[in-house]
């Protein structure tokens, strides 16, 4: 994925975010702002228990107003329970927290409806009649302004919390915007340092090339001049022929620098062909000088991969050749490899010293070894060859193991 798409990808998580969080917010304020407006509900039981009472009072002039009242005085009740939609007005189902003190309301209420429907007993009883109404009037009163406080305070409840959800979205906003700007802040940083390793390998590659290709022609004079010596000297003393030795050992050193540094250079185009996995390790194995000391295991299962032979020999015949350093007179390299669902695993490892770990991050990187004659580009161009060819490259320790995974096509 380029810079700009993975840009692209955090910014649009952050929108989904603030989105996601704004219509959670405006969701809850709505639904209790409904429930709200049943508070002014509640109140209109008061005005119309109190209409009822005076219509009452006033039964002979008003007598038709009085069953309208309580019609809608019950209706009223009802809606604060059931909620529903109301002069273009939403009022939320009546929560079940609030139940028992609707239950009182609408008990309260049914006795005061009661007590209005005896009114068309006798004369002489009218008097207690209107003083039982308008007492069971006062009681559905008291039981609605009741019903009123206990809304308003389960609402301010439901404000507190609304309050602290606010708090945790605006910490979890916050939170996520820092870690997205970590993530972006890696990422620039990630694509300046491997712009900057490219620079560096394009650097060392012009100039290694040209220091090894001046350095070719008079390490082939040197060997052969040798070469020479050794075939006219004919009777050499030990101490002229460890000389011989040591210049010859000297040269196949600068020999093998000079190849790794030529091979790190290369920008060959890949020459992807079908191969069988045991050709490749046998040529890398006859490419090294082994002692007879160190045994060199072989998988028993053979592959074929499509990758460029010569670049691949290259990789395996340099971690040989790190295998055998680290092990030194005596030891064991063991090579296996595993056909996995679309790839092909392959594991070098080797009964050596092993490697620090405080160097396991830094062996890939070009320049960094832990040899004295090492160039420190070895590992680098093998991790360059196997990331050409789509695979990975990596190591574990205790004992060293190399692990390559390339892909089969």
Same mark, same amino acid.
């Given at each position: ?14 929108? =989904? ?29 008061? !005005? ?6 005076? @219509?009452?009072?006033?039964? @002979?002039?008003? !007598? ?15 809606? =604060? ?18 139940? #028992?003190?609707?239950? @009182? ?6 006795? !005061?409806?009661? &007590?209005?429907?005896?009114? +068309? ?13 308008? /007492? ?39 939170? *996520?915007?820092? $870690?997205? *700007?970590?993530? *972006? ?10 712009? $900057? /390793? ?26 052969? &001049?040798?070469?020479?010596?050794? $075939? ?11 000389? !011989? ?17 030529? +091979?790190? &250079? ?5 020459? #992807? ?39 691949? /020999? ?17 030891? *064991? =390299?063991?090579? +296996? ?27 890939? @990187? ?6 004295? &004659? ?34 089969? #096509?």
């Amino acid at each position: 994925m380029k810079v700009k798409q993975k840009i692209a990808s955090i910014v649009m998580v952050q929108i =989904i975010l603030i989105i996601v969080s704004f219509l959670v917010l405006v969701y809850i304020e709505t639904e209790w702002l409904d429930l709200g407006n049943s508070i002014d509900y509640a109140g209109l039981n008061r !005005f119309l228990a109190l209409g009822s009472i005076m @219509e009452i009072h006033h039964e @002979e002039k008003y !007598f038709d107003e009085k069953d309208k009242m309580i019609n809608m005085l019950e209706k009223n009740i009802l809606l =604060i329970k059931n909620g529903g939609k109301i002069n273009g007005e939403s009022l939320k189902e009546l929560p079940t927290e609030l139940e #028992k003190e609707w239950n @009182e309301v609408y008990e309260n209420y049914l006795i !005061f409806r009661e &007590s209005i429907e005896k009114l +068309d007993s006798t004369k002489s009883e009218q008097e207690n009649i209107h003083s039982e109404i308008e /007492q069971n009037g006062k009681a559905v009163i008291q039981s609605s302004d009741k019903l009123v406080e206990e809304i308003t305070i389960f609402l301010e409840g439901k404000n507190q919390l609304l309050i602290r959800l606010e708090i945790a979205l605006l910490i979890t906003n916050t939170i *996520v915007h820092i $870690i997205l *700007v970590i993530i *972006v802040f890696r990422i620039f940083n990630k694509e300046a340092l491997e712009k $900057i /390793q490219l620079e560096r390998f394009a650097t060392i590659g012009k100039m290694g090339a040209s220091i090894a290709h001046d350095l070719r022609n008079p390490l082939t004079v040197i060997k052969g &001049s040798l070469e020479m010596l050794k $075939i006219k000297q004919k009777e050499v003393n030990e101490f002229q022929k460890a000389q !011989f030795d040591k210049i010859s050992k000297a040269v196949d050193k600068i020999q093998y620098l000079t190849k790794d540094v030529l +091979d790190f &250079s290369k920008t060959s185009l890949m020459k #992807k062909e079908d191969v069988e996995l045991l050709e490749i390790l046998n040529n890398s194995i006859n490419e090294v000088e082994i002692s007879e000391q160190i045994e060199v295991k072989l998988p028993k299962n053979n592959y074929k991969i499509k990758v460029d032979k010569i670049k691949i /020999q290259t990789v395996i015949t340099n971690l040989i050749k790190n295998a055998i350093d680290a092990i030194g007179e005596k030891g *064991v =390299i063991e090579i +296996d490899s595993e056909e996995r669902y679309d790839d092909i695993m392959i594991t070098i490892k080797d009964t050596g010293k092993g490697i620090d770990r405080k160097d396991i991050s830094k062996i890939f @990187e070009p320049l960094y070894t832990t040899k004295q &004659s090492g160039t420190g580009l070895g590992l680098a161009n093998c991790k360059r060859i196997i990331e050409e060819h789509g695979g990975k490259i990596g190591v574990k320790i205790n004992p060293t193991m190399f692990i390559i995974i390339l892909p089969k #096509k």
